[in-house]
């Protein structure tokens, strides 16, 4: 089955600077790739996804880019905002199958 | 339109209690699915039914049942708590399964076992 991990596992940023969130999968037959933010207390929320066709994608101050061949994708989060703290999850999946998570990156914006 | 709704939202059980986690959504989904959230794991994948009348493991199914009742609702029993079960549930809807399957995720529902 698939294996997503996920790193750094806690991210601390000053207001205004980027962050960067990495995965890698195992599964090369995977190409569909989704990131959910968690606000504290509340369900998870899909913000931006990419697909195995597209190398980038952007959508306002967040953009996720994938490497098919190393088998690792990246949420960019430009300008961050003390609104920008939660916990984020990559997820990945294939086919007919089901969506496997990371364990989650904590962010958090310190105005 | 209340999307993806889940009861109880906090619940406390003794071990060996028995108790069922309802979940329905109102948007036509085909597939559904129940995820638990510990700290540090992640989401995890307990069952999922890609359409109604069908179910299927996930990554963590022992000492979970579910059933599909209809197209709307989901549902998740523990037969015999355990402490290893308190977790944060997660229930949660797509159009359909896999590639093109954005998840709609319930309000979570909070269980404790002592």
Redesign the interface.
Known sequence: GENVEQHPSTLSVQEGDSAVIKCTYSDSASNYFPWYKQELGKRPQLIIDIRSNVGEKKDQRIAVTLNKTAKHFSLHITETQPEDSAVYFCAAVGGYSTLTFGKGTMLLVSP | NAGVTQTPKFQVLKTGQSMTLQCAQDMNHNSM?WYRQDP??????IY?S?SEGTTDK?EVPNGYNVSRLNKREFSLRLESAAPSQTSVY?CASSDR???????F????SRLTVL
Do not use: I, P, S, T
């Not at chain 2, 540090?40 to 994948?45: A, F, K, N, Q």
């Not at chain 2, 399964?97 to 998840?103: D, H, I, P, T």
């Open positions: 699915y540090g794991m992640g989401l995890r994948l999922y890609a996930g997660f399964q896999g590639v093109a399957g954005e998840l995720f319930g309000e979570g």
